[in-house]
C-alpha cells in the first residue's frame, strides 16, 4: 500500500525558511520520479517542484524558481522541500506526490501522479 506522509509546515515569517518532508512507503521510492504541489483557499492545486528518480533532474515553477529546492535521499525514501526567501504568496497547504514514471514528464499536471500525501500546511505571515 503506498503512503505518503508530509511534515514540516508551520508558521514562518516573510524572507524566512522551512523545509517539507515526504516519507515513502509501499513501494520502491528510488524508481519513481516526484512532486510538490501546493493548493490555497480559493484556487486550484500548483505544481510546485519536481525531481526525477535518480535526483538528476529537477523543474520548479516559475514563482519558487531560485528560492525552494526539491531533493530527495532514496536511502532514507524522503522526498524534501526547502522553502527560502519566503513570501506571502507562499502561504498553502503542500503535497507531495508520486508520478507514474522515473522521469519528468507532464509533471505539471497533477493528473500524471497516481499517489498523494495528506498534505502539511505553511503559512508566511508577519
Known amino acids: 500500500q503506498v503512503e505518503l506522509v508530509e511534515s514540516g509546515g508551520g508558521l514562518a515569517q516573510p524572507g524566512g525558511f522551512l523545509r517539507l518532508s515526504c516519507e515513502a512507503s509501499g513501494f520502491s521510492f528510488g524508481d519513481y520520479a516526484m512532486g510538490w504541489f501546493r493548493q490555497s483557499p480559493g484556487r486550484e492545486r500548483e505544481f510546485v517542484a519536481a525531481?526525477?528518480?535518480?535526483?538528476?533532474?529537477?523543474d520548479y515553477a516559475n514563482s519558487v524558481r531560485g528560492r525552494f529546492l526539491v531533493s530527495r535521499d532514496n536511502t532514507r525514501n524522503t522526498l524534501y522541500l526547502q522553502m527560502n526567501s519566503l513570501e506571502l504568496g507562499d502561504t498553502a497547504v503542500y503535497y507531495c506526490?508520486?508520478?507514474?514514471?522515473?522521469?519528468?514528464?507532464?509533471?505539471?499536471?497533477?493528473?500524471?501522479?497516481?499517489?498523494w500525501g495528506q498534505g502539511t500546511q505553511a503559512t508566511v505571515s508577519s
Open positions: 525531481i526525477s528518480a535518480t535526483g538528476k533532474s529537477t
Open positions: 506526490g508520486k508520478l507514474r514514471g522515473a522521469l519528468l514528464q507532464r509533471h505539471h499536471n497533477d493528473l500524471n501522479y497516481n499517489a
